[in-house]
């Protein structure tokens, strides 16, 4: 990850200044014609996005899938989780294998993901966030050379808000890395996000899947710091009852998200002094 800008892979997916109703005929036929590739009827693979009103950041998601370099048969399946814009159409208009989960969270969507994915292995993405051309084999060449690896999870990076730089979220990353080592011995768990891990399909399954209790005292224990978004650290969970957890490190794994929900705090340097006293807080349990 850089300090100085963004990698030039994910320049052709930014779609800069445009809405996906911007795009031009051309534009929608070459992404479609790419996003056939990964719709396989008999996947190893299976890439699962959830989407609650995310019609003009899913298809740059989708765009930058559909560039990957990948040796597995994959399937990309999208969940549209309630949305009120214009989702829907998007996933039409691209021909993307999508279902309609009704019932409101994360969590939900992620497990009706998880019910229809035909995959042995099953990747966790999310609708504002690019992945690098490699991404799908890296993150799945651990599970399939060990059969101990039950779990995956990448690195990750901010994309900058439109003309600021990437020096403060640089400086946020490289605390959230120290972070990461630091949980990785006693609870690395909290170290998985669902926009970048990955996991052995059945053994998701049997093992409890994403389903979550809902609770706010829960919520702070395992996963992000949001109530509906738990569900990426209790899948963790559930996947060391029948194996390890393995961070991918390569920067080739490395994803780009929006900063959006940092900038829920009201700028990055809130957002990383924030989360800092948040992690500076609970040092005693990460370290015992």
Not at 150 to 155: R, W
Not at 202 to 211: A, Q
Not at 278 to 283: D, E, F, K, P, V
Request: aromatic share 10%; with cysteine; hydrophobic share 35%.
């Amino acid at each position: 990850m850089s300090l100085l800008g963004l990698p030039k892979w994910i320049l052709p997916h930014l779609f800069t200044n445009k809405r996906f109703a911007d795009l031009t005929e051309g534009e929608i036929q070459a992404l479609r014609e790419r996003i056939s590739r990964f719709k396989e009827e008999t996947p190893e693979v299976s890439v699962v996005i959830p989407a609650w009103n995310e019609e003009n950041n899913i298809y740059r998601t989708l765009s930058s899938l559909s560039a990957s370099n990948t040796r597995y048969k994959v399937e990309i399946i999208v969940v549209n989780n309630n949305s009120t814009d214009g989702t829907q159409k998007v996933l039409d208009t691209l021909g993307v294998r999508n279902y309609l989960q009704t019932v409101q969270g994360t969590p939900f969507a992620r497990q009706m993901g998880l019910d229809h994915a035909r995959g042995k292995f099953h990747l966790c993405a999310d609708s504002d966030t690019f992945y690098p051309p490699d991404w799908i084999d890296l993150m799945v060449e651990p599970m399939a050379k060990n059969a101990d690896i039950t779990g995956v999870y990448g690195n990750y990076a901010f994309i900058p808000p439109a003309g600021q730089g990437r020096t403060g979220l640089w400086l946020y990353e490289k605390f959230a890395g120290l972070m990461i080592q630091i949980r990785k011995k006693n609870r690395e768990y909290l170290n998985v996000y669902g926009f970048n891990m990955g996991f052995v399909t059945e053994v998701g399954r049997r093992t409890g899947g994403f389903k979550v209790s809902g609770s706010r005292v829960y919520a702070n224990i395992v996963g992000s710091d949001f109530q509906n978004e738990a569900e990426d650290g209790r899948m963790a969970l559930n996947l060391k009852k029948e194996g390890e957890l393995k961070q991918v490190t390569s920067s080739k794994a490395t994803v780009f998200t929006s900063p959006r929900r940092l900038l829920d705090d009201g700028s990055i340097s809130k957002a990383f002094f924030n989360r800092a006293k948040r992690q500076l807080q609970g040092m005693r349990d990460y370290l015992s």
